[in-house]
């Protein structure tokens, strides 16, 4: 009878972790969504983040909430300061441009060892996701357009040794890609976008280095100038809403 009770009682306690776990974001978890309304402004730059409204929100103990605070600090969303806590720093256009500037210097780099170790199969799969991208273009759905682009991007990157080099890639990407769903790309920047990668695959198809870090540079100016120009002009709305001449 007793070995019957505490299996009953370990099955209720594996019931209650699993109900648990689907409450309670992992940090990571939490991490990922604190950052997504940081960059999409619904958490405004110098609001204060407190652990204990982040757990209560969010329905999770203080720990997780302490830890993804923790890893936003790292990523440089946030300023942690001793007896004052934590605010949102200013995701401004100052930002994207140092974060282009490294891309600038990365890019290219990911880019060459792609083409010169790319195996056969890389090369087709990496058609293959252009031309999800393709079709998402050719439909004008943007939301398939975005997970197409985010899939191709990161095929090349992923494959890359230096894992340095990767992690700030990465840490990028995830700023760069919130940003991009508060501002959806035109069916005009879809079209720009998809024939560039097709300069892209093609200059992988034929082993061509070169031609490749050609591709991608202009791919991440045109990038570049269409996040600028989206920042300034939410910039120049909160100005304007706001009574502020700019």
Not at 9 to 33: H, K
Not at 63 to 89: F, K
Not at 91 to 97: F, N
Request: aromatic fraction near 6%.
């Amino acid at each position: 009878m007793a070995a019957k009770l505490d299996l009953l009682d370990e099955d209720e306690a594996i019931s209650v972790g699993r109900r648990a776990s689907r409450r309670e974001p992992g940090y990571g978890r939490l991490q990922q969504l604190l950052r997504d309304e940081i960059l999409e402004g619904r958490i405004p730059a110098g609001a204060r983040l407190k652990v204990s409204d982040i757990a209560a929100r969010f329905n999770t103990s203080t720990n997780p909430a302490r830890e993804a605070l923790q890893g936003l600090e790292g990523e440089g969303l946030i300023v942690i300061t001793p007896n004052r806590g934590a605010r949102v720093r200013l995701i401004d256009e100052d930002m994207v441009r140092n974060i282009f500037d490294i891309r600038a210097l990365l890019e290219p780099y990911i880019m060459r060892t792609f083409v010169e170790f790319a195996r056969q199969e890389d090369v087709a799969a990496l058609r293959v996701l252009q031309e999800k991208c393709q079709s998402a273009c050719d439909a004008a759905l943007y939301p398939e357009f975005h997970a197409a682009n985010v899939d191709f991007h990161d095929y090349i990157t992923d494959r890359h040794f230096n894992v340095e080099a990767v992690r700030i890639m990465k840490q990028h990407n995830s700023w760069l890609r919130a940003l991009s769903l508060k501002n959806p790309l035109t069916l005009a920047h879809m079209r720009a976008s998809c024939a560039e990668h097709w300069e892209l695959v093609a200059a992988v198809e034929n082993g061509d280095p070169d031609a490749a870090v050609q591709a991608i540079g202009k791919h991440m100016m045109r990038s570049r100038g269409i996040f600028l120009a989206h920042m300034r002009r939410d910039r120049m709305r909160g100005a304007s809403t706001a009574g502020i001449s700019v």
